[in-house]
């Protein structure tokens, strides 16, 4: 019964606005837009997901000081509450590793 219900739940969160788009859809674009004024080039491989205010940013980039900088230009972006930031920085790129 309860895997039943967590089915449920999981199916109207994934059903409603926020998540199919919306206020979410919005903020990707400012973080992104944000990722790009502020770093430039160095923002390219970075992968912008939100929900309900908190972003994730993945992907890699080439240095620890851009992946730091990435993490403060998304958190300034009004509507940004929390940021997750786990991209990978530095040495190899993601697809080499083994």
Not at 23 to 28: I, R, V
Not at 34 to 39: C, F, G, K, M, T
Not at 46 to 63: E, I, M
């Amino acid at each position: 019964m309860n895997s039943l219900f967590c089915v449920a739940l999981v199916s109207a969160l994934w059903m409603s606005p926020a998540w199919a788009g919306g206020a979410d859809s919005e903020l990707n674009t400012r973080v992104r837009a944000a990722l790009h004024r502020d770093l430039g080039s160095g923002a390219q491989d970075v992968r912008v997901d939100s929900y309900g205010g908190t972003v994730r940013l993945t992907g890699f980039v080439a240095s620890r000081s851009i992946w730091h900088g990435a993490a403060e230009s998304a958190t300034g972006v009004s509507g940004v509450n929390h940021v997750l930031n786990v991209m990978v920085h530095g040495g190899e790129h993601p697809q080499s590793i083994q």
